[in-house]
């Protein structure tokens, strides 16, 4: 009698071991190599809602860390529009400090977002600009990215008519196009592993990864009719304007850093945006218009490739 009680007490405890393991390795764990974060190289499970970094379906949230509360959280991996750090629509920026902002640029001009000693990311706009307005609508239609002494680009390609299936973005690595195969998770990395390019869609959105610098998620999206009636635009039938939504997350910038959406995370940034009103604009369009896609040239910019080749 009490050897059976045993055994089964011993096949029940076993059971539990085997389903703890179970569990454990059902839930990927992450850390942080950022040497100055209080969890460096300490491992925290990621939450049962998001016990993924790559969800296995691109509609499941995805596991991250916070470095500096050395929690793991749940996000999305597609840019979201209403998050820190985004820029979507014509376009709407929201700063590291939360506060929601409209960026007047110019059509076909380009802009630093970010300018930093160590990396820039810049925007081109594109746009137009009905009769009788006094200002362009614009769009972000490509990201210029500097780091180190490489240059990488992302592009909306133009089309006339929005085909959801098709793929409508392309890329460069100093000045060289290449594929990205479609489908959900493929990926592209460079030899020496600072820059890593993942599908979060089959086509359409990425992951932009500059290893220890940023991460950048981005979508393709195109100016809908229904946006076109509700602000005027007056979109032609030969372009649906296809642009960019994007969200950064900036995981080494420094406190000085500069653009139209990077000065915003500056511990010392006054925001100069009206609150209550309905559409408030920041300017700095001449602080942070730069010559092309890939030039560090704006008035305010800090990045210097060739400081950064020398040190
Ligand atoms: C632009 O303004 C002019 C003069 O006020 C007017 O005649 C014209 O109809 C306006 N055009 C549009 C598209 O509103
Ligand atoms: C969208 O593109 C796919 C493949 O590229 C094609 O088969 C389909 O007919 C296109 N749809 C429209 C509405 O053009």
């Known amino acids: 009698m009490k050897s059976i009680e045993m055994r089964s007490v011993l096949l029940i405890t076993v059971y539990f071991i085997i389903l703890a393991i179970g569990v454990a390795s059902a839930q990927d764990s992450v850390t942080c190599v950022r040497r100055y974060s209080k969890c460096f190289l300490k491992r925290l499970h990621c939450p049962a809602e998001c016990p993924h970094t790559k969800p296995s379906k691109s509609k499941n949230k995805a596991c991250y860390l916070d470095c500096n509360k050395c929690e793991a959280f749940c996000r999305g991996r597609k840019p979201s529009c209403n998050g820190l750090g985004s820029g979507c629509y014509d376009p709407r920026f929201i700063g590291g400090d939360g506060v929601v902002f409209y960026f007047n640029g110019k059509r076909d001009n380009h802009y630093a977002l970010v300018s930093d000693r160590s990396m820039q ?37 133009r089309v006339k008519t929005w085909n959801e299936t098709t793929d409508h ?37 990425l992951m932009i990864t500059v290893n220890g610098v940023a991460e950048i998620s981005v979508t393709v999206v195109p100016v809908t009719e229904q946006d076109d009636k509700i602000h005027g635009y007056n979109i032609p039938k ?19 850093v500069e653009g139209v959406l990077g000065r915003t995370y500056r511990p010392d940034y006054v925001s100069t945006v009206k609150r209550g009103v ?34």
């Not at 942070?288 to 040190?311: G, R």
């Open 121 to 157: 990311i810049n925007a081109r706009f594109i746009g137009l600009r009905p009769q009788n307005r006094t200002r362009d609508f614009t769009w972000i239609q490509a990201l210029g990215l500097m780091f180190d002494s490489r240059t990488f680009t992302v592009e909306a390609k």
């Open 169 to 205: 973005l392309s890329f460069t690595l100093d000045g060289t196009s290449f594929q990205l195969r479609e489908g959900y998770l493929s990926k592209w990395n460079s030899e020496d592993d600072t820059l890593l390019i993942e599908r979060t869609e089959r086509v359409n959105s």
């Open 238 to 256: 030969d372009d649906c304007f296809a642009h960019l939504e994007v969200q950064f997350r900036f995981l080494g910038i420094s406190q000085e």
């Open 278 to 311: 309905e559409m408030p604009v920041v300017g700095g369009a001449d602080k942070y218009e730069t010559t092309s896609l890939l030039s560090s040239d704006c008035k305010l910019c800090l990045f210097s490739p060739s400081q950064v080749a020398n040190a």
